[in-house]
């Protein structure tokens, strides 16, 4: 504790502390002037500087202290008051059996009535903490005396139900002894922790139920909330708003547990009457915080602990934050008034209306939002209240909407197996239906109706029809499966929303353009999932799907979403339609060219640049099905792959396209290979001179268009595609055919690299005929090697090596030259 001395003793020690600082004031200006005087010696004469310097006494030394005079007052008090307390305690505990009943009583009543009696005499000679330290002595012996008297004279009642009568009357004693004009800042606080105790414990000791139980703890919160509200004392309040708290939440866990319990009309009115009870407690408060407590001033009385000389902060603890705390306690409110009435209502309604019924006491505590007599903070309380409900109540209906969305998609490992009976049936193929369902629509219309009305507010109005729009949307997709119709009504009215959708996407706000178009795509998706289960069906929906959307593709605005859509399902339908008429796979491949034979025509004629990009990618991923069915027979896939570079060599001759021209040249060079494949054709040449020619074409073209371009960029990767594939078959081919012509076009390679000084066609044709050469004399020169005696290879060496050293400059200019000669070559 850190209390305050009265002013004449505070005068003194502010006079005290003054006398101090002068007199340290007056020993530092003179220790400064000895120091200055000290300096301007050694400049002169610094031996004697020096010298004086060490005979000069050392200053005194002024110790700084550890703690403040008036915190070591306090502990000791504290530690005064605990031993007092403690040897009470040990007294009445322990040595009580050693003393008769006139001495028991002579000697507690006397020291309780001594301790009570002494901060009055204490506060008359100014000692406020040494006062509140003796009450703290007396009120604790009050306890001690509460239990003697039971030990001595009511040793047989109920040890519960005396404790509740103890903290009664202790509460009151110490209320009316704060009150007394000595004006003690403690017994309040603990006549308030008292008060904590005296309801509860009398229903424990009745052996009452746990309505009685939460009755007792949301009373004694009650009663705090009117002390924190009524009270401006600083301690007390925050006792009152602690004590609020903790036996407000208690009361309120046990009766929402009882609500929820409940299975009788008459348990759930008295647990919603609790619950009721508790958020007029929270309203009460939210009222009173933002109107008054919000900006009122916590008036004197505080017994905050500040140091001499500092401000008093005398604040309520409301203060400042006191609307954001009203706005808590309204929304706390709104939410228990909304599990009074629900829960109420809950026995008498079937278990599948539960949640609507707490919606519409959720959305009838809106209407506390239109009251212009509340406050702000609780009409904005009430509004987040009941947002909080509906978010809660379309959370309890997520599951029905997952299961419809997502369970067509268990279809695909049954397609075509048989259509189910019904809407339901289509969508609980591998989920399971979950219960209570059926109110599932009235829940999202009434959000949906709600969010509808939000939205004629300017800063909500977006936000608000795009939510409405998504609710509706959810429960149009819902209907079929709740209501279970049968299979192809539920088709028809996933199609209609589909449409709707698409049609709604024709708004101007972005947001809500691209939210349509999100719905609209997964309706359709699970639309095509849901067709699966039937032949029919499905060539019908994709039908259906495809036109949908290729048709809603002539709005700009639209098209970088439909029209890929829109050749998603054209490829589904051409892969349906091959499957249906019991075509192979590979054959199937054809129908799904005109996929990209369509984006490819479509893609220069869109007007927005967005479309253009994801049109030509759905195209491209419609070819690479193709390839895929096509795969298990190579002719066909050869006229897949040579079709694909066709349509790629379209979309190259558009100006923004010419990288594509690569992509056509690589399909035609394997539909070529793929053909020859299946031709059985086992020579490399057949799929090389294929490449090299068109290569050597276009290197042609480049350097008559740019004459700077390296010959290694024109013509070195078309003769490379030809000239090593078949120097690697003729190294291993027996027969001297192969070789004969692969030498015969390297030496024609290197006569036109020399010839028109090209160094590509030159190294390689050189080295290719190099290469050859030696393959062909290979056979002799190992014949000679085996003639001639072992010492010969050596001897040679030998030989060789020293005429190269002889000529080692000569050969070094030679290599020079030839280098200086390949580099001039283009």
């Known amino acids: 504790m850190n209390h305050l001395p009265p002013p004449a003793e505070e005068l003194r020690l502010l006079d005290a502390e003054l006398r101090q600082l002068g007199a340290r004031r007056d020993q530092l200006l003179a220790r400064r002037a000895w120091l200055v005087a000290t300096l301007q010696q050694a400049r002169q004469q610094p031996q004697q500087a ?17 703690a403040a005079a008036p915190s070591v007052q306090n502990v000791l008090l504290v530690l005064g008051g605990v031993l007092l307390t403690l040897a009470a305690a040990v007294f009445t505990l322990v040595s009580w059996g050693h003393m008769g009943i006139t001495g028991r009583a002579l000697v507690l009543g006397a020291v309780t009535l001594a301790a009570l009696a002494g901060p009055a005499l204490l506060l008359k000679r100014g000692l406020r903490s040494t006062a509140e330290s003796v009450a703290g002595l007396g009120l604790a012996l009050t306890v001690l005396d509460a239990y003697a008297l039971r030990e001595a004279a009511f040793a047989g009642t109920d040890g519960t139900g005396y404790a509740a009568a103890a903290a009664a009357v202790l509460a009151v004693i110490w209320s009316a002894y704060g009150l007394l004009p000595a004006a003690l800042r403690l017994p309040l606080p603990c006549a308030l922790v008292a008060g904590q105790f005296p309801l509860l414990l009398w229903a424990l000791s009745a052996d009452a139920g746990p309505y009685v139980i939460s009755a007792a703890l949301l009373m004694t919160a009650g009663l705090d909330t ?4 009524r009270v401006r004392t600083g301690s007390v309040r925050i006792t009152a708003m602690v004590g609020a708290y903790s036996t407000g939440s208690l009361g309120v866990l046990t009766a929402g547990w009882l609500s929820l319990a409940a299975d009788t009309p008459s348990a759930a009115a008295r647990a919603g009457a609790l619950l009721l009870l508790a958020a007029t407690i929270a309203v ?17 009385g505080s017994d905050s602990c500040t140091a001499p000389g500092s401000a008093s902060s005398t604040a309520a603890p409301w203060q400042g934050p006191g609307e954001k705390h009203a706005l808590g306690l309204a929304i706390v409110s709104g939410l228990l008034a909304v599990g009074a009435f629900g829960g109420t209502a809950r026995p008498w309604l079937p278990e599948m209306w539960t949640v609507p019924a707490y919606l519409v006491c959720g959305i009838v505590l809106s209407a506390a939002v239109r009251a212009g007599r509340l406050p702000d903070a609780v009409r904005l309380g009430s509004a987040w209240a009941s947002g909080a409900v509906q978010a809660l109540a379309l959370l309890w209906a997520l599951p029905v909407v997952a299961v419809v969305v997502l369970g067509p998609a268990g279809w695909i490992g049954r397609v075509w197996s048989g259509a189910p009976s019904d809407a339901r049936a289509a969508v609980t193929v591998e989920a399971p239906w979950p219960p209570d369902a059926a109110a599932v629509p009235v829940v999202l219309l009434a959000v949906a109706a709600v969010v509808a009305l939000v939205s004629r507010a300017e800063q909500w109005r977006a936000r608000a029809r795009i939510g409405a729009l998504g609710l509706v949307w959810a429960t149009a997709l819902t209907l079929p499966a709740v209501t279970g119709i049968p299979y192809v009504a539920g088709m028809v009215v996933l199609g209609v929303v589909t449409a709707a959708a698409l049609y709604a996407g024709r708004a101007t706000v972005s947001a809500a353009r691209l939210t349509a178009l999100l719905l609209s795509l997964t309706t359709s998706v699970s639309l095509a999932l849901a067709s699966l289960a039937s032949q029919t069906a499905t060539l019908v929906v994709l039908s259906v799907l495809t036109a949908l959307f290729a048709s809603a593709s002539w709005r700009t605005s639209l098209a970088s979403v439909t029209a890929p859509a829109a050749l998603v399902y054209a490829a589904a339908l051409a892969s349906a339609t091959g499957a249906a008429v019991d075509w192979p796979p590979a054959r199937t491949a054809l129908l799904v060219l005109a996929v990209p034979v369509a984006a490819a025509l479509l893609a220069p004629r869109l ?9 030509e990618a759905a195209g491209a991923a419609a070819g690479l099905l193709a390839v895929g069915l096509a795969v298990t027979d190579p002719p066909l896939l050869a006229l897949v792959l040579a079709s694909c570079g066709v349509i790629a060599a379209g979309t190259a001759l558009r100006p923004d396209r010419r990288p594509v021209g690569y992509a056509a040249t690589a399909l035609f060079v394997l539909a070529a290979w793929v053909r020859l494949a299946a031709w059985e054709v086992g020579t490399p040449e057949a799929y090389t001179l294929p490449v090299t020619v068109p290569a050597l074409l276009v290197g042609a073209l480049r350097t008559r268009r740019d004459p700077q371009v390296s010959s290694w960029t024109a013509y070195g990767p078309g003769l490379a595609a030809t000239l090593l594939p078949s120097l690697v078959a003729a190294w291993g081919d027996p027969h001297w055919t192969r070789p004969l012509l692969l030498g015969t076009a390297a030496l024609l390679v290197t006569l036109l690299g020399a010839r028109h000084r090209l160094q590509a066609p030159l190294v390689l044709g050189g080295s290719v005929l190099a290469l050859v050469t030696l393959h062909e004399l290979a056979p002799y020169v190992v014949q000679v090697t085996g003639a001639l005696p072992r010492w010969a290879p050596p001897a040679l060496a030998g030989l060789l090596l020293l005429a190269l050293g002889a000529t080692y400059e000569q050969r070094i200019r030679d290599v020079r030259r030839v280098r200086e000669v390949l580099g001039r070559m283009n």
């Not at 009117?226 to 509200?229: E, I, W």
């Open 50 to 66: 020096w010298a004086q310097a060490r005979t000069q006494p050392p200053p005194v030394a002024w110790s700084r202290p550890d």
């Open 226 to 229: 009117v002390v924190a509200l």
């Open 284 to 300: 009460g408060a939210a009222w009173r915080g933002a109107g008054s407590l919000s900006g009122s001033d916590s008036g004197s």
């Open 607 to 615: 007007g927005a640049q967005r479309a253009t990009v994801p049109v």
